[in-house]
T-cell receptor, first 113, second 111 residues
Framework: KAGVTQTPRYLIKTRGQQVTLSCSPISGHRSVSWYQQTPGQGLQFLFEYFSETQRNKGNFPGRFSGRQFSNSRSEMNVSTLELGDSALYLC????????????FGQGTRLTVV | GESVGLHLPTLSVQEGDNSIINCAYSNSASDYFIWYKQESGKGPQFIIDIRSNMDKRQGQRVTVLLNKTVKHLSLQIAATQPGDSAVYFCADTFQGGKLIFGQGTELSVKP
């Protein structure tokens, strides 16, 4: 059974650009969550999608957005990139019920220069 | 607000010893807790979970203890091995898909 797949693994962008990251969850999983990991702030929740609907949202500016498709694949977009957006972006998938295991992908390492 | 904290940022143990990593949480409504292990360059890996109606859960070489009275949980690793070296995170959730993570404890195992 394939795990959570995130693409691309590495990305370098310039300030002001926008970026789209992709996450393919484990087959059968309907919930996809996104997290930002930085040395200073640790792992912070961005948002969660379940059956194409955003179910939970963290405390990030509106430049961070996401969506989920009917096959449960998810994308997150960051517009008007800032240097501080450099981070490891992680996606996790789960069956989606309360208190269910969440499995993470390898992450996308975004560097903004 | 919500927060999950860890008591120690680093822990160094001798190979073969037992390791104990602690975590405190603030939300008394939290009903599900997970421990993750993250190795360098990888995403967090699920280790073990526990629900709020339990005090203890055991896995292979790992045990999680939950004390709801003081809002504290711990991860015990028996016979720690070099392959256990990693950063360990506790996370709690009370809203399904939203995990609140602690800052992490870096475990180093000395051979």
């Amino acid at each position: 059974k394939a795990g959570v797949t995130q693409t691309p693994r590495y990305l370098i962008k310039t300030r002001g650009q926008q970026v789209t990251l992709s996450c393919s969850p484990i087959s059968g999983h309907r919930s996809v969550s996104w997290y930002q990991q930085t040395p200073g702030q640790g792992l912070q929740f961005l948002f969660e999608y379940f059956s194409e609907t955003q179910r939970n949202k963290g405390n990030f500016p509106g430049r961070f957005s996401g969506r989920q498709f009917s096959n449960s694949r998810s994308e997150m977009n960051v517009s008007t990139l800032e240097l501080g957006d450099s981070a490891l972006y992680l996606c996790a998938s789960s069956l989606g019920g309360l208190g269910t295991e969440a499995f993470f992908g390898q992450g996308t390492r975004l560097t903004v220069v | 607000g919500e927060s999950v904290g860890l008591h120690l940022p680093t822990l160094s143990v001798q190979e073969g010893d037992n390791s104990i990593i602690n975590c405190a949480y603030s939300n008394s409504a939290s009903d599900y807790f997970i421990w993750y292990k993250q190795e360098s360059g990888k995403g967090p890996q699920f280790i073990i979970d526990i629900r709020s109606n339990m005090d203890k859960r055991q896995g292979q070489r790992v045990t999680v203890l939950l004390n709801k009275t003081v809002k504290h949980l711990s991860l015990q690793i028996a016979a720690t091995q070099p392959g256990d070296s990693a950063v360990y995170f506790c996370a709690d959730t009370f809203q399904g898909g939203k995990l609140i993570f602690g800052q992490g404890t870096e475990l180093s195992v000395k051979p």
